[in-house]
């Protein structure tokens, strides 16, 4: 059996999607209704925006999108700086990076809900690059159009071709999909009681994958 790095295991996979569906519960319902991963949704609200000339507003949605460019580069230059890092894996300090920038936006008031869904943004960027595959598969941790889309072309494929390595991909597609759900579920009863600082919770969920990636290989 080949060895997979424990950055792209199922448990990492697992508290990355939880993160993922719980950052959108939390940045759309409590510092508001903006999408924290969803940038296709965040582009087309600020176009809408524009349109009916509530330029002030757009900003509400431009903010997150920039922020998110701002974390994949960020992960761009702490992966092609690896060879300067000796004393834990490049992808830990980018989960450092996430959990301490949680904690912070978890002590930050309503009025600077705009400063908070930048940094859940760029958060967001900085998972989506850092962590793009499960098990050797290509999979979105922080949105769910692309694994909609290929889980279903790989459970049709594997249905139609007898192809059981297919339909246990698509599978896993799905199931991201669904943890995805669970995660926005928890954050949705999370933050009606813990409000702003719910995202400590999701500081949690990364401590755990900050922990587990000292092992370098999965089981």
Same mark, same amino acid.
């Given at each position: @059996? !080949?060895?997979?790095?424990?950055?792209?295991?199922?448990? #990492?996979?697992?508290?990355?999607? /939880?993160?993922?569906?719980?950052?959108?519960?939390?940045?759309?319902?409590?510092?508001?209704? #903006?999408?924290?991963?969803?940038?296709?949704?965040?582009?087309?609200?600020?176009?809408?925006?524009?349109?009916?000339? !509530?330029?002030?507003?757009? #900003?509400?949605? /431009?903010?997150?999108?920039?922020?998110?460019?701002?974390?994949?580069?960020?992960?761009?230059?702490?992966?092609?700086?690896?060879?300067?890092?000796?004393?834990?894996?490049?992808?830990?300090? /980018? #989960? /450092?990076?996430?959990? &301490?920038?949680?904690?912070?936006?978890?002590?930050?008031?309503?009025?600077?809900?705009? =400063?908070?869904?930048?940094?859940?943004?760029?958060?967001?960027?900085?998972?989506?690059?850092?962590?793009? !595959?499960?098990?050797?598969?290509?999979?979105?941790?922080? @949105?769910?159009?692309?694994?909609?889309?290929?889980?279903?072309?790989?459970?049709?494929?594997?249905?139609?071709?007898?192809?059981?390595?297919?339909?246990?991909?698509?599978?896993?597609?799905? =199931?991201?999909?669904?943890?995805?759900?669970?995660?926005?579920?928890?954050?949705?009863?999370?933050?009606?009681?813990?409000? %702003?600082?719910?995202? &400590?919770?999701?500081?949690?969920?990364?401590?755990?994958?900050?922990?587990?990636?000292?092992? %370098?290989? %999965?089981?």
């Amino acid at each position: @059996m !080949k060895n997979r790095q424990i950055s792209e295991s199922i448990k #990492v996979g697992i508290f990355l999607a /939880l993160s993922g569906g719980f950052m959108d519960a939390y940045s759309y319902i409590n510092r508001g209704k #903006v999408f924290a991963n969803a940038e296709t949704g965040n582009i087309i609200l600020m176009a809408l925006k524009v349109c009916e000339g !509530k330029f002030f507003e757009a #900003v509400n949605y /431009l903010i997150p999108i920039v922020s998110f460019a701002v974390g994949v580069a960020i992960c761009e230059i702490i992966k092609y700086r690896k060879e300067r890092i000796n004393m834990i894996h490049w992808r830990q300090i /980018l #989960v /450092l990076f996430e959990i &301490f920038a949680f904690i912070v936006v978890g002590f930050m008031p309503q009025e600077m809900n705009r =400063v908070a869904n930048s940094i859940i943004s760029m958060i967001s960027g900085i998972q989506f690059a850092t962590f793009p !595959k499960i098990r050797g598969t290509a999979m979105a941790t922080t @949105m769910c159009t692309g694994n909609l889309k290929t889980g279903t072309q790989n459970m049709y494929h594997g249905i139609k071709t007898g192809d059981r390595s297919a339909i246990e991909k698509g599978l896993y597609y799905y =199931v991201c999909i669904l943890v995805f759900i669970a995660g926005t579920t928890i954050g949705y009863f999370a933050v009606k009681l813990m409000a %702003e600082k719910a995202i &400590f919770l999701a500081a949690l969920a990364m401590i755990n994958i900050f922990i587990m990636m000292f092992k %370098e290989f %999965e089981d």
